[in-house]
T-cell receptor, first 114, second 105 residues
Framework: DAMVIQNPRYQVTQFGKPVTLSCSQTLNHNVMYWYQQKSSQAPKLLFHYYDKDFNNEADTPDNFQSRRPNTSFCFLDIRSPGLGDAAMYLC?????????????FGDGTRLSIL | ELKVEQNPLFLSMQEGKNYTIYCNYSTTSDRLYWYRQDPGKSLESLFVLLSNGAVKQEGRLMASLDTKARLSTLHITAAVHDLSATYFCAVPMRFGAGTRLTVKP
């Protein structure tokens, strides 16, 4: 089945130690998103790519970076994780030309900071 | 700034009862989504609503959209325990705060 796959499912890192989360998709969607979801809160968009065009949300901290080397893969880099960055990180995809389709979400990566 | 507001944020229902969750959004949008999230899990798409007056139903859930009022509703009919979850409405890239639904026997 076509899907959105996030790795790892659980990630533990130390305060200030860089970490990379990955997302891959077999849907061939041209838009990929990264959301941060803290406990009991709504998902918050960090950034998204339309093809290779990067779109950063105005309030996304500089500590968060992203790369999309090709259509299938997208990475979230957290350069110096702080305790406040502990959250579930959700990757999603959509096809910009298909307005009748929802975003397809991966299972998420739960990030813990020690 | 685009805002998406849901109410109620918490909802405790008895099995067999009906209730409606409301979702207001602040600027024009050509689509609205409803998602379900179980604890510790990712989001599952429930409905995509594209036009004024759109109504979609799946089992005990029915969603509607009024684009003039910028209002969507998610109606729950004869609730059962399996519907306990958090429900989010969203316009593209903006989510409401979510409604945490608990259905009690």
């Amino acid at each position: 089945d076509a899907m959105v796959i996030q790795n790892p499912r659980y990630q533990v890192t130390q305060f200030g130690k860089p970490v990379t989360l990955s997302c891959s998709q077999t849907l061939n969607h041209n838009v990929m998103y990264w959301y941060q979801q803290k406990s009991s809160q709504a998902p918050k968009l960090l950034f998204h790519y339309y093809d290779k065009d990067f779109n950063n949300e105005a309030d996304t901290p500089d500590n968060f970076q992203s790369r999309r080397p090709n259509t299938s893969f997208c990475f979230l880099d957290i350069r110096s994780p702080g305790l406040g960055d502990a959250a579930m990180y959700l990757c999603a995809t959509s096809s910009r030309g298909a307005s009748n389709q929802p975003q397809h979400f991966g299972d998420g990566t739960r990030l813990s900071i020690l | 700034e685009l805002k998406v507001e849901q109410n109620p944020l918490f909802l405790s229902m008895q099995e067999g009862k009906n209730y409606t969750i409301y979702c207001n959004y602040s600027t024009t949008s050509d689509r609205l989504y409803w998602y379900r999230q179980d604890p510790g899990k990712s989001l599952e798409s429930l409905f995509v609503l594209l036009s004024n007056g759109a109504v979609k139903q799946e089992g005990r859930l029915m969603a509607s959209l009024d684009t003039k009022a910028r209002l969507s509703t998610l109606h729950i009919t004869a609730a059962v325990h399996d519907l306990s979850a958090t429900y989010f409405c969203a316009v593209p890239m903006r989510f409401g705060a979510g409604t945490r639904l608990t259905v009690k026997p």
